[in-house]
């Protein structure tokens, strides 16, 4: 039980705090954090060796399970690999589609982390809050796709269906409301003095640890580098989607310390950039037709031959799909990298001699979800 | 009380029983009484809890159970009551059952203490505050015990946090108790209220001179009670429940009572001190205003010095309720320094100026 005053400490797998079924062995020593050793595993469900016995078709609606808060961005990443490979041409509506759903779910993931994060650290009433807006967003979804969490609404070469003139009156309003809200949640966290002593200095990742774990996504924003592959377009991955992005304007928030705060801080600058996004994408939409519905029909697609590794600027990180087919109807090989995997490798150093309830305000920051990192 | 005395011999003897019965069951009832009504008011306390942090994030809260939900918690009462009492392996078992009594029992206790009118109250002694003050520090005893007899480790972190927290905030608490002690020159609580009597409405409450002393007693009530911001020891995000995290059924509904029963007469207490207790804050009474008949009147002021008491008690809970609703979780080293660095240079800051204002003010 104990070794010389060090207190061995197992987390999870259920624990109210681990966001799902993270395990951490803990040594501490009163309350100070000697070694965290992170087990993870509880959550694996075989999603890369499940491609390899499903047809390209049927492995599609599997892929939004890996990460349950951002469907859309697995669901993109894998027809984008597909697309590629098989050289369909996806129209430029159904692109700007595509970007405005990502956008929204971007927001509600974001949504999510903080309610839950804020939770973490001891208040209750942010997640409810937070939940009222994603609430909205997840109505909209549901009346797009029929689904709450997983969409399924990509098809390879398009969409499932055009988005009506309604729905997006109703992104109009909602994109109104949304910021007055933002703000209302920088009021009561933002300069909450509990709240700043608890994260600023906290966590702190340098850029060169940051870069050595390969962090993606909005934990390496906070260090103060500026990449995002919305922006940034990668070498091996001309996906067609990135030819959107440089058409928006919009800016990529980033910040200095690469603590708690400013990983914190980094999430919210980019909800609202978020919202410039939406807005602008609704502006495309309604005022440009064009057809959606993919020109394939057949249900057995034969890919040619080849390999291919898509990414996309996901909530948690870049999420890449590397999908390799040897020409016959199923994929001979996906691989997914997601960003909650690489943050959970980088936890250890971060908790090096941090306080015991630091761990939370360590590992909310971070926005580990589990699926992702087991898959 | 002599005259309820009489009564209840008067009883005894009506159904034959011997008067030594009454002698010796007489201290008691009291207990019974304040015990019962403490526990009414708990379940309709969480009740309260349950709506008003509802009311803040816009949900609607119990609703099911009872018009306005107003028996779930007595739904939850009788549920924990048909829970099986499972007491885990390799725990100490006497201390393992003792300790939800420990923690239960003295707040049962000093509830009586409160002057709930300017004639009757439950017990009274020269030295209640002191005797509150003593009781109070109790129950962290029974935490200590559970944590220490769960064989667990989450519950031992979160023990150890509440004993902490309580010794170290136990100070100032004591702190600014001698301040209001100096001002009322006198340990009874019945003659602290009335010391807060004054010729204009309000005026002489021992919130005006004391009003860093009542913040001061307001954050510290706060951490003794383990009540958000200050609820370390039962963090549920790093300790899952703290120290009674392997307690289920009624040994868990001992603890959740203790609890809310506690903050019910910390808050009363509070009241007693600060805002004037069962003073009416008008400077006169609506009863004697309103009812002519003298008996009648005087029967009523009793009450409504009560239902007074219950009003400022409730509105202290109300705004417990707020923080908990607004702030996030202390960390335990801010806590401890905000504790030694903070509050206590400022309980004595208090202090002194209490004491300076009675020198020079008050006593003219």
Known sequence: MTTKNKLKINIGPQHPSTHGVLRLVLELEGEIIKSCEPVIGYLHRGMEKMAESHTYLQYLPIVDRIDYLSGFFNSFAYCNAVENLTQIEVSKRSQYIRVLTMEMNRLSSHLLWLGTFLLDMGATSPLFYTFRDREVILSLFEELTGQRLMYNYYTFGGLRHDVSSDWLDKITDFVKIMPKKIQDYENIITNNPIFTTRTKNIGIMSKNSALQYSITGPNLRATGINVDSRKTIHPFACSPIQLIYPELDFQIPTAQNGDSFDRYKVRVEEMKACLKLISQCVDWLKSNSGEVISPIKQPLLKVPEGEFISNVEAPRGVCSCYVKSDGSTKPYRVKWRTGSFYAVQILPKLLENAFYPDLMAIFGSLDVILPEVDR | ?364
């Open chain 2, 1 to 364: 009380m002599e005259y309820l005395y009489f009564l209840y011999i008067e009883l005894l003897h009506k159904y034959n029983l011997p008067e030594f019965i009454g002698m010796t069951t007489f201290p008691l009832l009291p207990f019974c009484v304040v015990a019962v009504a403490l526990i009414l008011v708990v379940l309709f306390l969480v009740l309260m809890e349950r709506k008003v942090l509802a009311f803040f994030t816009q949900r609607k809260g119990p609703n099911r159970v009872g018009p306005w939900g107003l028996f779930q918690t007595i739904a939850d009462a009788i549920k924990l009551l048909c829970k099986e009492n499972i007491t885990p392996t390799g725990a100490e078992k006497f201390m393992f059952n003792l300790a939800p009594l420990l923690a239960f029992v003295p707040v049962m206790v000093i509830w009586g203490l409160i002057p709930f009118s300017s004639e009757f109250d439950f017990m009274s002694y020269s030295v209640s505050a002191l005797l509150f003050m003593t009781i109070a520090s109790i129950p962290i005893l029974g935490i200590l015990l559970a944590g220490y007899a769960s064989n667990n480790k989450y519950s031992l972190i979160g023990s150890f946090r509440a004993v902490a927290q309580a010794i170290s905030y136990e100070l100032p608490l004591v702190f600014v108790l001698v301040s209001v002690v100096v001002l009322a020159s006198s340990l009874n609580l019945r003659q602290i209220v009335l010391a807060q009597i004054s010729v204009y409405p309000f005026c002489g409450w021992f919130i005006f001179p004391a009003f860093l002393g009542f913040l001061i007693f307001f954050i510290c009530a706060t951490a003794e009670l383990n009540r958000c911001p200050f609820d370390l020891p039962e963090a549920e995000s790093e300790l899952v429940s703290g120290y009674n995290t392997e307690y289920s059924g009624m040994k868990f509904a001992f603890f959740f009572l203790a609890e809310y029963a506690m903050m019910f007469i910390m808050c009363a207490f509070m009241a007693t001190l600060f805002l004037g207790g069962f003073l009416s804050p008008f400077g006169f009474y609506l009863s004697e205003k309103f009812i002519n008949n003298t008996f009648w009147a005087q029967i009523s002021v009793y009450f409504e010095q009560v239902f007074w008491l219950f009003l400022k008690t409730f509105f202290l809970i109300f705004c417990m309720m707020l923080v908990r609703a607004t702030l996030p979780r202390l960390k335990s080293n801010q806590l401890m320094g905000f504790a030694w660095k903070v509050l206590l240079p400022l309980s004595f800051l208090n202090l002194f100026f209490i004491c300076c204002y009675k020198y020079f003010i008050y006593a003219k």
